[in-house]
């Protein structure tokens, strides 16, 4: 039997990042309309919104092209790449409040990290060289 679906498998693309993310939102919508069971427009719409990306997961997984799959996954890797930095960020700005204090260039709009308890500086940019005061 594993040699039969290896068989069937070969040449096919397969799972990536983006199949788990279609297969994990079609879960949450398949909870949603389980949720909202009284409001029928609402609940028949997550359905069908379920049942489209469980298609479209299955649809990618078994594609014979390979290179428009990879590049569908590099396109949404590259997207939550720029949204999990920016929740990075956040956090790590979160965990350092206590001993610098962040601004932002208003030419370049680049995070800089500035000691607490200085008083007011002048802050360079480090990313385009402008200068501004900012008070720690």
Known sequence: ???KLLKFMSGRYGLDQL?????LT??????LSAILREYALLSSLFSYAALAL?????????????EKRYLENLHYLERIGSIRQ???MNKEKFHQRKDYKFFVC???????RVPKGKGKV???????????????
């Open 1 to 3: 039997m594993k040699d």
């Open 19 to 23: 199949y788990r993310f279609l297969l």
């Open 26 to 31: 079609s879960v949450v919508c398949i909870l």
């Open 54 to 66: 469980l298609i479209w997961a299955m649809y990618r997984v078994m594609s014979r092209k390979v």
């Open 86 to 88: 920016h929740f990075r």
């Open 106 to 112: 208003p030419t370049c709009k680049t995070n800089l």
């Open 122 to 136: 002048n802050i360079t940019c480090s990313k385009c060289g402008n200068r501004f005061q900012g008070k720690t």
